[in-house]
């Protein structure tokens, strides 16, 4: 009896989340047809990938950066980063970059729909969520024992260099969450979204009728 | 109301997150400036302008990147910075990895040996001679074929014997085989890699690679095993280094 309760209440959850899901991608399909928000998710998606292809290599460009060396080689520096996010689509952790950096484009896009639809609540929750989905992308990505991922010098600052045995697990761990977050927001805000675009359709055809 | 501090508070965490990794960029522990070892050093350290520490391990992917590159371009190195620009270069060999991993046994026990064959081969008298050899040998054994002990490896590095750090043979003058294996075998300078590792663990912050040229600091070393654009990373650093110098 137990088990077919909680069997129900899966299946109930399930199908809401697929179906959410469902949604969030009319959603956001639609809003990519249009061009401000297909430029606001292009631009926001060139600045993650610029970001984490930055923060891939850990703290040693922004090391270069940060260093004495002329104006002229901070640029190039900053020009190989843009280099680097065609270089992605070669290994591994450049795919997982790919895909965070989507999932937090279209969290942006959709971000700015829910505000604008005055959904001001919703959009605050989604931004709260999104952004430490975000931030465990951006500490958790490289390879920590290598000096090459913003969590070893976190967890150097608190633990000591004895804490960096414990850097790759945690890493995974932080991965994993980064993505379940921005899926969770994506899908959130996509549904957000899409009973906002609804409502306005309805609210456009009454009106056409009314007249 | 409620949700707005919510997303504060939020903020305000992952800004305090962020200031906490500047900061310890920026102020990163003071390394000690007498040599350790004197075979893994090149140039004098008395009439050095400039002081550029390297810890490293050999099982180190990253650190093997940036030592690779110097190795091929060790001659331009000496002459453009040793020489002319006045470095002191000090490596400082480390079995660290041992420590940060310390369940996969072929990591611990590989980093071990093969620190331990760096000390040996020093005290032989041609350190920079096997150093050479040894990445030579991982590089076409393991690294070129996409094996190491990185993250995105197809394959880790299997536990290796002691000959494979030792086994010399003929290609490095001035090493006997012989006696670098019982050294390594007999872990005689065990205590000097304990003590230089348990001193760089507390220097490093960032994981390894770590470089400390002048006031320059810097974890990992971004490149892409192709000799000569690694060494044009590597230069990037060493000007970086060299422009930290304060006046």
Known sequence: MVFRKIGKRVKYFATTALDRAKFSLVSIGFLLKRPAYLLSFLVALFVFLYLLSFFKDGMSNWSLLCSNLPFGSKLNILGQVALKILNNFTDLYGVLIIFMSILQALTVMLLIFTWKSRKKDQAIDGASTGSIGAVFGFVALGCPTCGLSLLTPILTAIAGTGAVAAAEGISRILIILAFILLIYTVIKLGYTSFIAISTNKYKEKKHAKSN | ?247
């Open chain 2, 1 to 247: 109301m409620q949700k707005a501090i919510r997303a504060t508070a939020i903020l305000l965490v992952v800004g305090l997150l962020f200031a906490l990794i500047i900061y310890n960029s920026m102020n990163p522990p003071k390394p000690e400036t007498k040599v350790w070892e004197k075979g893994m050093t090149l140039g004098d350290a008395n009439s050095a302008e400039h002081v550029f520490y390297d810890y490293t391990d050999i099982m180190c992917p990253y650190c093997d990147k940036f030592a690779i590159a110097m190795d091929k371009h060790l001659d331009d190195f000496k002459k453009e910075y040793v020489e002319d620009k006045k470095v002191f270069y000090e490596l400082r060999l480390t079995n660290l990895l041992a420590g940060f991993h310390p369940n996969e046994e072929g990591l611990v026990a590989n980093s071990t040996n093969s620190a331990l064959a760096g000390y040996c081969a020093s005290d032989q008298g041609n350190f920079w001679g096997w150093y050479g050899w040894i990445l030579d040998k991982m590089n076409e054994d393991f690294f070129s074929k996409g094996i190491g002990d990185s993250a995105t490896a197809k394959q880790k590095i299997p536990k290796l014997e002691v000959k494979y750090f030792t086994g010399v043979g003929e290609e490095v003058s001035g090493i006997n085989e012989a006696r670098l294996t019982e050294c390594v075998e007999k872990k005689e300078t065990a205590s000097k890699l304990s003590q230089n590792t348990q001193k760089s663990a507390k220097i490093i912050s960032g994981g390894l690679p770590y470089y400390v040229f002048n006031s320059y600091v810097a974890p990992g070393f971004d490149g892409n095993w192709e000799v000569d654009h690694d060494w044009e990373n590597a230069r990037v650093m060493f000007d970086a280094g060299i422009a930290s110098k304060k006046k």
